[in-house]
């Protein structure tokens, strides 16, 4: 962004791909070269890709208020990134110019990856007779006490305990079945 004190004006063919095609004023010799160095190293002029009126595109206003030209510009490689393009008209500053501002876009919420899996609920591996007898013993403790506050503690001691249980016994998978480790193991 900066006053670079050329008017690019209108796109005058096709091959101008740098300026939008709402253009405002004539082109100058600075304005030549700008579009020049912006087209070497392309560079979208933001002023010109969205529709204004044209009491609203001018930033440069002579000292005497009989011209008015577009000479400031928001320039960027990235022109998707940005929503809108607009003069501010009502400064309280005693100056000639008139201030260009720009819109970003939200960055989207970044989503999580679709691979990775978190699973929440995960079951309770005990074994069958083992998960029986303790919830048998769980409900005679439960049902021997009357106050609620001891009802909630067994059941929670006795989930804490079924969740070490689970995590100690953990399984190592092989991706091999048992008949070809056997096969394995007599190769060798």
């Known amino acids: 962004m900066s006053d670079f004190n050329a008017q690019v004006g209108a796109r005058l063919n096709q091959n101008e791909y740098v300026l939008g095609a709402f253009g405002h004023g004539k082109r100058s010799r600075n304005g030549q070269r700008l579009v020049e160095f912006r087209m070497e ?5 933001l002023n ?5 009126k044209p009491k609203n595109q001018w930033t440069w206003m002579s ?8 000479i400031d510009y928001i320039i960027t490689n990235h022109p998707k990134g940005l929503t809108d393009t607009n003069i501010i008209t009502k400064l309280n500053f005693n100056t000639n110019h008139r201030a260009v501002r720009s819109s970003f876009k939200k960055a989207p919420e970044k989503l999580p990856r679709k691979h990775i899996r978190v699973n929440v609920h995960n079951e309770l591996r005990i074994p069958y007779k083992q998960g029986e007898t303790d919830y048998q ?13 001891q009802k909630y503690e067994i059941l929670e001691k ?5 969740c070490i249980v689970n995590n100690n016994q953990k399984t190592q998978k092989y991706q091999l079945s048992e008949q070809t480790l056997q096969l394995i193991e007599k190769s060798t």
């Not at 190293?41 to 002029?45: F, G, R, S, Y």
């Not at 000292?63 to 577009?70: C, F, L």
């Not at 013993?137 to 506050?149: A, F, L, P, R, V």
């Open 63 to 70: 000292p005497d208020g009989s011209y008015k030209n577009e």
């Open 158 to 162: 006795h989930l804490k305990n079924c």
């Open 48 to 52: 010109s890709l969205f529709k204004k």
């Open 137 to 149: 013993g769980i409900t005679k403790q439960i049902n021997e006490t009357t106050d609620q506050i």
């Open 41 to 45: 190293h392309n560079l979208k002029v």
